[in-house]
Nanobody, 122 residues
């Protein structure tokens, strides 16, 4: 069982940066694949980024590639999402998720945080 708590969201102007954090409690954080998803109003939840258990392998959605960076610190049981060059279309609730499979498919993740709102103004 893993509990996830996101933080770091907020309001930022286009072109700005935010760093999201997701703190995990429970057992064996380092054994879980971690990912970030987001959901904008009226849209389905979409994959943003994922990172392997040791942090060696990372993948991104095309829409954020080159602007966002996912990382993890297994000693601190935390995963991060550094978001640079933010655009209004990045506005969404951002969720972190933990799972056993390295995938972009949200249904394959077993544990979810409550989400943190990111709003990018133009």
């Amino acid at each position: 069982q893993v509990q996830l708590v996101e933080s770091g969201g907020g309001l930022v102007q286009a072109g700005g940066s935010l760093r999201l954090s997701c703190a995990a409690s429970g057992r064996a954080f380092s054994s879980y694949v971690m990912a970030w998803f987001r959901q904008a109003p009226g849209k389905e939840r979409e994959f943003v980024a994922r990172i392997s258990t040791a942090g060696v392998i990372r993948n991104y959605a095309d829409s954020v590639k080159g602007r966002f960076t996912i990382s993890r610190d297994n000693a601190k049981n935390t995963v991060y999402l550094q978001m640079n060059s933010l655009k209004p279309e990045d506005t969404a609730v951002y969720y972190c998720a933990a799972g056993a499979v390295y995938t972009h498919i949200s249904a394959r993740y077993s544990y979810w945080g409550q989400g943190t709102q990111v709003t990018v103004s133009s």
